[in-house]
């Protein structure tokens, strides 16, 4: 369809199945096919795909103005396909955001700006199929205010955190912990992409290498 540039970066834009119009069918958001009395079905590696490739686009769009920190569930948007409206197309998540809420950040600001803990719960949902606020440890603390809710919700992803491995395998508890611990290193603002891909994208690749290596041997 075209490409689009910023900076030194250039995105390629491609078509992708029809989707009906939001008018005629209102898209699902992740929160939404999250919460507990959610009548669709979301399957451990369509959940663990879909953890995938928002990794992989925070990976290419943080720090431009096409990606703002702090991704949420309510900005990941499904539409469904128009042969088929009870299909749910996890594979093709469009993200939402308001260009007044962008905030240009530069590779080599200080590292407190590149700030992935909310990739980090992304991810901890996902790995579960539960919303951080369904969840036990969630409803201990108080909701807060919007900056003590931030608090809040980090001390409770923390400590779900240590249940990822059990859940999910080593190589997505790497990518959480990632999420959460190594991207404050002193030295992330000077090689972010790189360690993100590395300690995140690559991991959470071989999640679904473990997948496609199950089912061959179905």
Same mark, same amino acid.
């Given at each position: #369809? ?10 390629? +834009?491609?078509? %992708? ?9 209102? =898209?699902?958001?992740?929160?939404? #096919?999250?919460? @507990? ?10 959940? @663990? ?8 686009? *925070? ?5 431009? =103005? /096409?990606?703002?920190?702090? +991704? ?6 499904? $539409?469904?396909?128009?042969?088929? *409206? ?6 093709? =998540? ?22 992935? @803990?909310?990739?980090?719960? +992304?991810?901890?949902?996902?790995? !579960? ?18 900056? %003590?809710?931030? &608090?809040?919700?980090? #001390? &409770? ?14 190589? @997505?508890?790497?990518? *959480?912990? /990632?999420? $959460?611990?190594? &991207? ?7 090689? /972010? ?17 473990? !997948? ?7």
């Amino acid at each position: #369809m075209g490409v689009i540039g910023h900076g030194e970066d250039a995105y390629h +834009l491609h078509p %992708s199945l029809k989707r009906k119009q939001p008018q005629d069918n209102e =898209p699902l958001t992740l929160d939404r #096919m999250l919460s @507990y009395d959610f009548e669709g079905i979301l399957s451990r590696r369509q959940r @663990y795909y879909i953890a995938l490739l928002l990794a992989s686009s *925070v990976a290419q769009l943080q720090f431009t =103005p /096409w990606l703002r920190i702090g +991704l949420t569930k309510e900005d990941v948007l499904f $539409f469904s396909r128009e042969d088929d *409206v009870s299909a749910i197309p996890y594979g093709e =998540p469009f993200i939402r955001q308001g260009f007044e809420s962008f905030r240009h950040v530069q590779g080599n600001e200080d590292a407190d700006e590149c700030n992935f @803990y909310s990739l980090g719960i +992304l991810l901890l949902e996902l790995c !579960f199929g539960q919303r951080l606020e369904d969840h036990p440890l969630r409803k201990k603390h108080p909701a807060g205010d919007e900056n %003590s809710k931030q &608090a809040f919700d980090l #001390m &409770a992803a923390l400590k779900w955190s240590q249940s990822v491995a059990d859940e999910g395998g080593s190589d @997505y508890a790497t990518a *959480v912990k /990632w999420c $959460f611990m190594g &991207a404050s290193s002193p030295d992330i603002n000077k090689s /972010w992409r790189t360690e993100i891909i590395t300690n995140v994208v690559r991991p959470l690749e071989l999640c679904q290498k473990h !997948f496609e290596t199950t089912n061959a041997a179905v």
